[in-house]
């Protein structure tokens, strides 16, 4: 068993930063890919930015040059700094992680429970 667990959401002004945390727990043999999803409302689910290796970084255009994703491979943690925050950015975001467990013959895809952003204008 697998958890992803967020932290760092909340309500900011338009302008303002906020860093949102993921740790990955449970029967991890390897992670793959670790990254961020978001989904407003009434729209589909987004990738926000997302790390395949400890060594390569793969953006939305939207967010580029405001956000960074950072792993941590020996804590099995990932964060993503959020700067110069839009109203658009207003969402739920979800930590993502492709992890293959102690048990299993392959990978599997696992989802944080989501952590609300705000962004007021």
């Known amino acids: 068993q697998v958890h992803l667990v967020e932290s760092g959401g909340g309500l900011v002004q338009s302008g303002g930063s906020l860093t949102l945390s993921c740790a990955a727990s449970?029967?991890?043999?390897?992670?793959?890919?670790m990254g961020w999803f978001r989904q407003a409302p009434g729209k589909q689910r987004e990738l926000v930015a997302i790390s395949p290796d400890a060594d390569s970084t793969t953006y939305a255009n939207t967010v580029k040059g405001r956000f960074t994703i950072a792993r941590d491979n020996a804590k099995n943690t990932v964060s993503l700094q959020m700067n110069s925050l839009k109203p658009e950015d207003t969402a739920v975001y979800y930590c993502?992680?492709?992890?293959?467990?102690?048990?299993?013959?392959?990978?599997?895809?696992?989802w944080g429970q989501g952590t609300q952003v705000t962004v007021s204008s």
């Open positions: 449970g029967s991890i043999f390897r992670i793959n890919s």
């Open positions: 993502y992680a492709v992890i293959r467990t102690a048990f299993a013959s392959g990978p599997s895809h696992y």
